[in-house]
């Protein structure tokens, strides 16, 4: 190889490493990649975490699934719920029917990295707690998502008995 072979190869090589290093450069400035777009797997599974946290009792612990001013529209109270104390009422005179809730058809509609709405029908069992004797509720419901300081939270919850069941 000639010297001046030599000296355009390692021309060529500084400018590939200097656009290499641009680029990273780039990227690095752009900050961290953003978080994926949800699954509707994910977004179908919040329910399971929901169900999960009724069959504790606990209304609290339902209650931190929803964001501050989520809206409730129960399904066995007239009353709206717009209010973290609203809501621990609800799920205070809910619970102690032990429901333990079942998808029967979910429909995922993914927005954005940040919200979804998941829509559909379940059934709940619910066990009388004079008579102990258990009964099959079916429902359509709605959750509406929000992902609010890196938590997931419903921030408006709509569920309502069968008109023709």
Avoid: C
Wanted: hydrophobic fraction near 35%; avoid cysteine.
């Amino acid at each position: 190889m000639t010297r001046k072979t030599r000296i355009r190869a390692a021309l060529v090589t500084a400018a590939a490493v200097m656009t290499a290093a641009t680029v990273t450069a780039g990227v690095s400035a752009a900050g961290p990649e953003e978080s994926p777009k949800p699954t509707r797997k994910q977004i179908a599974s919040f329910f399971d975490t929901w169900n999960a946290a009724l069959r504790t009792g606990d209304p609290d612990q339902v209650a931190d699934l929803y964001a501050k001013d989520a809206i409730l529209l129960p399904t066995v109270s007239n009353e709206v719920r717009t209010d973290r104390a609203g809501i621990v009422d609800y799920f205070e005179h809910f619970l102690p029917n032990k429901p333990v809730g079942k998808k029967i058809r979910t429909i995922v509609n993914v927005l954005d990295d940040n919200s979804a709405i998941d829509t559909g029908v379940y059934e709940f069992t619910l066990t009388d707690q004079d008579t102990g004797e258990k009964r099959v509720v079916q429902a359509r419901y709605t959750y509406e998502y929000e992902k609010r300081g890196g938590t997931w939270k419903i921030v408006n919850h709509h569920s309502s008995v069968m008109p023709e069941g």
